[in-house]
Nanobody
Framework: VQLQASGGGLVQAGGSLRLSCKAS????????MAWFRQAPGKERELVAA????????VYADSVKGRFTVSGDNDQNTVYLQMNSLKPEDTAVYYC?????????????????WGQGTQVTVSS
């Protein structure tokens, strides 16, 4: 599976961005799709994940109520709508996937990764 992420950029605090991740080379409906982020000097952490088959969603506590993850099985694409952005959301955001029935929250749970896309939120 190849993952292509896009949509990062520079935004002021309180603004919004939408990230996209298009998957190719696999059966999209079999995958758990996830967004991770990594800020400078910090470990990569799960932001949100969605099951392409069941639609089940998991969010990190830090983004609940502000971020929304969604998937389009016809387009093989997962989105991350980020609203009310804060400077602490600044990070490189990565799309990840794995063929599993469980939503895992660790980096090791995902075997496929896209390139990162930078999100910078200015105060």
């Amino acid at each position: 599976v190849q993952l292509q992420a896009s949509g990062g950029g520079l935004v002021q605090a309180g603004g919004s961005l939408r990230l996209s991740c298009k998957a190719s080379g696999g059966t999209f409906r079999r995958y758990i799709m996830a967004w991770f982020r990594q800020a400078p000097g910090k470990e990569r952490e799960l932001v949100a994940a969605i099951s392409s088959s069941s639609g089940r969603i998991v969010y990190a506590d830090s983004v609940k109520g502000r971020f929304t993850v969604s998937g389009d099985n016809d387009q093989n694409t997962v989105y991350l709508q980020m609203n009310s952005l804060k400077p602490e959301d600044t990070a490189v955001y990565y799309c990840a996937a794995d063929e599993t029935s469980l939503i895992l929250t660790t980096v090791r749970g995902y075997g496929y990764w896209g390139q990162g896309t930078q999100v910078t939120v200015s105060s």
